[in-house]
């Protein structure tokens, strides 16, 4: 069992961060956070993982917070939610933002996330409610709490300063985060640096 991952972040993906530990790489699979990127690539990151072996592959899934990790491993023990969808879950909603949803029978934002139909979010709530409270996380917690600077200077700004402290150029970044925020709507930081590297990879 891999409890943890420590090492140099040296590239991130759609889905996973690329992690150099003593000059061996590792794909490690993660929500692409705002805590993730404001690491930069280059610094040291440490992910807390749960290892899937399966027959033909074994995947590293990995978080931030130990917290987080508690929470996939409580989603993936849902029958019908494998590896894949609680990361996707974990990368579409926040923490807080599922354990809210489970405490208050909210089937309408677990069933937004790509692949979780009603009955799955249904299953979720269901077999996770009596457990969610347990695991550390409040859903009364906001979350990421933006610098007062990156709040005046507005998320189209902080994306393309965050995309250029990943190796993109400016001018790669506005156009990216430019075509993000012209077809969407509303959209939070997150949402517009991870529609974002979409585009860009």
Known sequence: MIAYVKGTLEELEQDAALIDVGGLGYRVYTPISEELIRHGIGSEVRLYTYLNVREDAMVLYGFLEKSTLSLFEQLISVTGVGPRSALMILSTLSPQQVISAVISDDKKTLSSVSGIGAKTASRIILDLKDKVGKIGITSEDSGFTLPQAAVQAGPYQEA??????????????????????????????????????????
């Not at 300063?161 to 709507?185: C, I, K, M, P, W």
């Open 160 to 201: 393309v300063e965050a995309l250029v402290s990943l190796g993109f150029s400016q001018s790669e970044a506005s156009r990216a985060v430019s075509r993000v925020t012209a077809s969407s709507g509303d959209l939070s930081l997150e949402d517009i640096i991870r529609a974002s590297l979409k585009i860009l990879y």
